[in-house]
């Protein structure tokens, strides 16, 4: 996914969020990715980076509870809006689990540029969108829509707004909008291949915070700073959007999976939020 805001890099951010001279040694010397939307990633390439960051949690929890709220794989829903799909992971797991069309659509050329190299698929529709509008979209043309780790990497309240309801404006009476981000009620705790926000923190809504993701084989973890929403700005951000059936599933982690070793955090404590509404 790509934010509609991008993202400061985690560098010169203290444990309080204020930026300082000794906290941006500090950061600079432990060898940790930072990243931004635009792309820029240090020395490298953060779309690069992001590919090399293996998201088991999200692959065995977070999505497929979206698509459960979706009913992906009925059906009722053939075209699918993933909005900030960043370089086409969850739209390929789309169209592999249904007969599904997927419209995916994303901010940075970067993004989109992997995704039509590496996941080209006949039933993916990669868009670009300068501006987060989608008028390339008729009113009432998709049949369900989701924005996975799209809300945390926005920083303004109005930019989740104005998604929100370009998002409604698109959907079919009866589709349903899923949104999927790290939990901010779980903020701080380390699982398997993330943590968002320090431990021990209490955020403010809308606040920034350093998150971390885990690299397999030894590789440097990717840092970066996205943004805290409580679950109630969700469901506000949802409701003026016009969307009515509000839903909130925590999923956990239910069966063993070698995949995150034993006695997983994700077992105990629910790593992901998703927030869901339909359109009337």
């Not at 995949?259 to 404590?269: K, M, S, Y």
Request: contains cysteine; proline residues 7%; glycine residues 10%.
């Amino acid at each position: 996914m790509t934010p509609r805001t991008t993202p400061r890099p985690a560098d010169g951010i203290d444990a309080s969020g204020a930026t300082s001279e000794a906290a941006s040694e500090a950061a600079s010397g432990a060898s940790e990715a930072s990243f931004d939307a635009s792309g820029a990633s240090g020395a490298s390439d953060v779309f690069e980076d992001l590919e090399s960051y293996d998201d088991v949690p999200e692959r065995l929890i977070g999505y497929p509870a979206v698509f459960h709220a979706l009913g992906i794989g009925s059906c009722a829903v053939r075209t699918v809006l993933d909005y900030g799909c960043g370089p086409g992971k969850v739209a390929t797991r789309v169209v592999e689990a249904s007969d599904a069309r997927v419209v995916a659509v994303d901010l940075a050329p970067r993004a989109l540029e992997i995704a039509r190299e590496r996941r080209p698929h006949p039933r993916i529709e990669y868009r670009a969108t300068d501006d987060g509008g989608l008028g390339f979209l008729a009113d009432g043309s998709v049949d369900a829509a989701m924005a996975c780790f799209v809300f945390t990497g926005t920083g303004e309240i109005e930019d989740l707004h104005d998604l929100a309801a370009e998002t409604h404006r698109v959907l079919r009476p009866g589709g349903r909008f899923a949104v999927l981000d790290a939990n901010p009620r779980t903020t701080g705790i380390r699982f398997s291949t993330f943590r968002s926000g320090e431990p021990g923190r209490v955020y403010t809504k809308g606040e920034r915070r350093r998150s971390r993701l885990e690299r397999p084989d030894g590789a440097a973890p990717l840092e970066r700073v996205d943004h805290h929403w409580p679950c109630q700005t969700y469901l506000d951000v949802l409701g003026k959007a016009g969307f009515t059936d509000l839903d909130v599933h925590e999923p956990v982690l239910t069966h063993a999976s070698a995949l995150l070793g034993p006695d997983p955090a994700e077992a105990g404590h629910p790593p992901f939020l998703v927030v869901s509404g339909v359109r009337r």
